[in-house]
């Protein structure tokens, strides 16, 4: 029973015996606390994803021909049918 705790010691001092620096550690040179700005101003944020918006917009209409502003099928490479829930 003691050559088990005599074991069981070293191999517990064999894993805590990390050679890890700090700076090795992921995220290790990050601060504790975020530090606190002011947010953008609502009309900037709302322009911001506005744009955004639109943007994916025409890039969906383009490739599926559909309008998801409409919400209505355009001519093009797909055939979109009306399915009833």
């Known amino acids: ?3 088990a705790t005599a074991a069981a010691a070293a191999a517990v ?3 805590s015996s990390c050679s890890k620096r ?3 550690i992921v995220g290790a040179d990050l601060p504790k606390k975020a530090k ?4 953008p101003p609502e009309e900037e944020m709302e322009a911001f994803f506005a ?3 639109s943007s994916v917009a025409r ?3 383009a490739k599926y021909n559909y309008d ?3 919400d209505a099928p355009m001519d093009g490479r797909y055939e ?3 399915v009833s829930l």
């Open 80 to 82: 979109w049918v009306r």
């Open 68 to 70: 998801v502003v409409k």
């Open 59 to 61: 890039r969906f209409a």
């Open 13 to 15: 001092t064999a894993v």
């Open 1 to 3: 029973m003691a050559a």
């Open 22 to 24: 700090d700076s090795d």
């Open 51 to 53: 744009a955004a918006e």
């Open 36 to 39: 606190k700005g002011r947010s």
